[in-house]
């Protein structure tokens, strides 16, 4: 199974340094909650990962190759961004077809993931009329497409109702459960508590806090934890 | 990556009405084509002692303009590739009504906006990382687009064409299936590189609206920098046919708008599609070079 290996990460927007030496490791079969307060470099350090951004120094690899070198990337890492990045007029299913016409997976995948999230039912209708929650579930639909041994999910559960944050929360033990890695970034304390194994906290581009759930929360809870590690950094830069 | 392109465009409305428009644009000339002789020849009944129009029959049009004549008589070589011209650009190029460019530059620049606009770039950018092979699909399948395209546009030319010599009295094709199959040959090949003069337009500028405005301003102003540099040099100066649109309307139907005009350029169809060439691939060149550097989210 494939690793996530962050090493001495930077990254700057002109005078901006969005991300400062940031460094960490998800390993397969553990679920790693990805945290930090607005503006701390999570998503910065989630494009650079995922080769949308260049890096200015530092690597960023699954299972040692950077995404831009690997072969088949919808086989290896399913990643979710914002809101997936859907056309308002084109339906759910097209919109699936697309991405697996150009991934060369075979069309009944569509259908497949559909059932999975459970969009069957509102797959010919256009983007334009989904909730928020069913956009999520569409966009981690396309993560899925490819049966990939990663997933990179950038606050999955916005929208998602209370159904929806236990299924997605049964998808990702159970992904986990089969060997998988997951890198959770996510705002919702309760579910990164509910569901990671392991914590990495960013504040102002850097690393503040990194390690086991169970060792960094102790006897306290996750949010005092947050709180604490993140109240020099805390506010948008 | 070239199929999962024409999928996008497929299954959204846009291509569809732009192709809808760029058909509707050369009915609309079409008709004019069939209708304008008949209409200067029914001026010219009425002109008598004391009454002068501006435009003269056919008959007397080559004291106007060198030329006229052949383009308003519908059972001439040149009014027929004008019929034939599938940018629509009107008889002998003059018309300049430009739909059929216009929605070819429009067809490039939402292909890739669009995903700019709704974040569909990042998917796709996950999906295939290679960003070249991302605007390759894109420049495949908005070039597919534009054939389909073409290829209906040339079927209406035909009818109009048809229509055009059947109605005209004492008139007959005046020109060879080879030199049809030329005109339509260009005029494809030329709609095909606005697609990527817009698909480069649309991924240097990025931002939709500002893009479309780019490409806009391009069909606007280039017929007004055309005209003043015709008034300038006397029509001496060949320098302002190698505009890309002018190019265009010279490499689908050759001279006929120069010499209407009066200019004297000396620029042969294959001369200009071989310029517009040179305008397509350095700007799709270029943008693939920034499309490749830039960061995406």
């Given at each position: 199974m494939t690793a996530i290996r962050i090493e001495g990460l930077h990254k700057s927007y002109g005078g901006f340094e969005a991300v400062h030496d940031v460094g960490f490791t998800a390993r397969p079969g553990s679920v790693?909650?990805?945290?930090?307060?607005?503006?701390?470099?999570?998503?910065?350090?989630?494009?650079v990962l995922l080769g949308?951004?260049?890096?200015?120094?530092?690597?960023?690899?699954?299972?040692?190759?950077?995404?831009?070198?690997?072969?088949?990337?919808?086989?290896?890492?399913?990643?979710?961004?914002?809101?997936?990045?859907?056309?308002?007029?084109?339906?759910?299913?097209?919109?699936?077809?697309?991405?697996?016409?150009?991934?060369?997976?075979?069309?009944?995948?569509?259908?497949e993931v559909l059932d999975l999230v459970g969009m069957t039912p509102a797959a010919q209708r256009r983007v334009r009329t989904y909730s928020l929650g069913m956009k999520q579930r569409l966009g981690i639909a396309a993560a899925l497409l490819g049966r990939p041994e990663v997933l990179v999910l950038d606050e999955p559960a916005n929208g998602l109702d209370p159904a929806g944050m236990r299924w997605l929360r049964e998808l990702l033990r159970s992904f986990a459960a089969d060997g998988g890695t997951v890198l959770l970034a996510s705002h919702v304390l309760a579910e990164v508590a509910q569901v990671a194994d392991?914590?990495?906290?960013?504040?102002?581009?850097?690393?503040?806090?990194?390690?086991?759930?169970?060792?960094?929360?102790?006897?306290?809870?996750?949010?005092?934890?947050?709180?604490?590690?993140?109240?020099?950094t805390e506010g948008v830069r | 990556m070239f199929r999962a392109?024409?999928?996008?465009?497929?299954?959204?409305?846009?291509?569809?009405?732009?192709?809808?428009?760029?058909?509707?644009?050369?009915?609309?000339?079409?008709?004019?084509?069939?209708?304008?002789?008949?209409?200067?020849?029914a001026l010219a009944s009425l002109e008598g002692p004391g009454l002068t129009v501006g435009v003269q029959a056919p008959g007397a049009a080559s004291d106007l303009v060198p030329g006229l004549a052949a383009i308003a008589d519908l059972g001439s070589a040149e009014a027929q590739r004008g019929m034939l011209d599938l940018l629509g650009n009107g008889a002998g190029g003059a018309g300049s009504s430009g739909v059929t460019a216009l929605?070819?530059?429009?067809?490039?620049?939402?292909?890739?906006?669009?995903?700019?606009?709704?974040?569909?770039?990042?998917?796709?950018?996950?999906?295939?990382?290679?960003?070249?092979?991302?605007?390759?699909?894109?420049?495949?399948?908005?070039?597919?687009?534009?054939?389909?395209?073409?290829?209906?546009?040339a079927l209406l030319t035909a009818a109009g064409l048809v229509v055009a010599v059947g109605t005209t009295p004492g008139a007959t094709l005046a020109l060879g299936a080879g030199e049809a199959l030329a005109v339509w040959g260009r005029g494809l090949v030329v709609l095909v590189l606005l697609t990527w003069l817009g698909l480069a337009v649309?991924?240097?500028?990025?931002?939709?609206?500002?893009?479309?405005?780019?490409v806009a301003s391009l069909a606007l102003v280039e017929p007004l920098v055309q005209a003043a540099a015709l008034v300038l040099t006397g029509g001496t100066s060949a320098a302002t046919s190698w505009l890309p649109l002018t190019l265009g309307a010279l490499a689908s139907t050759g001279q006929g708008a120069a010499d209407l005009l009066g200019g004297t350029t000396a620029v042969s169809a294959w001369a200009a599609l071989a310029g517009l060439t040179a305008w397509a691939a350095v700007l799709l060149g270029t943008a693939a070079v920034v499309f490749r550097r830039r960061d995406l989210a």
């Open positions: 790693v909650g990805l945290l930090g307060p607005n503006g701390a470099g999570k998503s910065t350090t989630l494009h949308l951004a260049a890096a200015d120094a530092g690597s960023a690899t699954f299972g040692g190759r950077p995404y831009a070198d690997l072969e088949h990337p919808s086989r290896v890492v399913g990643a979710l961004l914002d809101a997936g990045g859907l056309h308002p007029g084109r339906t759910g299913r097209d919109h699936l077809r697309v991405l697996a016409t150009a991934a060369r997976l075979p069309a009944r995948r569509v259908d392991a914590l990495v906290v960013v504040g102002q581009g850097r690393v503040v806090a990194d390690g086991p759930l169970d060792d960094l929360v102790a006897d306290r809870s996750l949010e005092d934890v947050y709180l604490d590690v993140t109240a020099t | 392109e024409l999928l996008k465009l497929r299954t959204t409305r846009t291509p569809w009405i732009i192709g809808a428009v760029a058909l509707a644009g050369m009915v609309l000339t079409q008709v004019l084509h069939l209708v304008l002789p008949r209409t200067l020849g929605c070819m530059l429009l067809l490039g620049v939402l292909a890739v906006t669009t995903d700019f606009r709704t974040g569909g770039i990042v998917p796709t950018a996950l999906v295939v990382p290679d960003r070249l092979r991302v605007l390759a699909g894109k420049a495949g399948a908005t070039a597919a687009v534009a054939l389909v395209t073409g290829a209906a546009l649309g991924t240097l500028v990025r931002g939709q609206v500002a893009a479309i405005v780019v």
